[in-house]
């Protein structure tokens, strides 16, 4: 079964900095599918970003950016310029390419400091 | 135009009762989801629906029970609350694979409380 880490339960940033969000996942699988989920106090969960497995360059949308590390099952999160509204709970995600069985990790819960 | 919508968005009900919540998605999707949020954040899959054909039911009481009518509706009904079933559930929805990479749409949530 895929196993989905978040080893930093909380993390705070100064407002307009760069923060860092590690994850690690556990599969046989070569063909799958990591995201990122952002649930801020509306309890929302909404779509970050994504990478296919099989794609070897890093994913990016705007202020957010991954470190995939296919070999070392490790996906974390940049988000450079941290804003006030990135204040949230942040969920890692592995699905694999045939299934229907999204994993989550435990979370981690992202202030952003004035 | 919500994509997945979820009703009630927040239930507060006594122990021993018996209580639906509802999910619709208008975004043509074949697969749909339950997932149970408790109050340590933690998110678990508890069953999917694949074209109304069950494909996975984790370990979850038997008093929680699934129907699909159709592939644009999964609800959710569970018999004798307990207090440990308080948490938000989470409907979400799938298209299939080979299409936007394997994204689950969510929707708002719904906050039960068993008092």
């Known amino acids: 079964a895929q196993t989905v880490t978040q080893s930093q339960p909380e993390m705070s940033v100064q407002e307009a900095e760069t923060v860092t969000l590690s994850c690690t996942y556990d599969t046989s699988e070569n063909n799958y599918y990591l995201f990122w989920y952002k649930q801020p106090p509306s309890r929302q969960m909404i779509l970050v970003i994504r990478?296919?497995?099989?794609?070897?360059q890093n994913a990016t949308e705007n202020r957010f950016s991954v470190n995939f590390q296919k070999a070392a099952k490790s996906f974390s999160l940049k988000i450079s310029d941290s804003q006030l509204g990135d204040t949230a709970m942040y969920f890692c995600a592995f699905i694999g390419y045939n299934n229907n069985d999204m994993r989550f990790g435990a979370g981690t819960r992202l202030t952003v400091k004035p | 135009d919500t994509a997945v919508s979820q009703t009630p968005k927040y239930l507060v009900t006594q122990m021993g009762n018996d209580k639906s919540i509802k999910c619709e998605q208008n975004l043509g999707h074949d697969t749909m989801y339950w997932y149970k949020q408790d109050s340590k954040k933690f998110l678990k899959i508890m069953f999917s629906?694949?074209?109304?054909?069950?494909?996975i039911n984790e370990t979850v009481p038997n008093r929680f029970s699934p129907k699909s009518p159709d592939k644009a509706h999964l609800n959710l009904h569970i018999n004798s609350l307990e207090l440990g079933d308080s948490a938000v559930y989470f409907c979400?929805?799938?298209?299939?694979?080979?299409?936007?990479?394997?994204?689950?749409?969510f929707g708002e949530g719904s906050r039960l409380t068993v008092l």
């Open positions: 979400a929805s799938s298209p299939p694979r080979g299409g936007p990479a394997g994204e689950l749409f």
């Open positions: 990478q296919e497995a099989y794609k070897q």
């Open positions: 629906y694949n074209n109304k054909e069950l494909i």
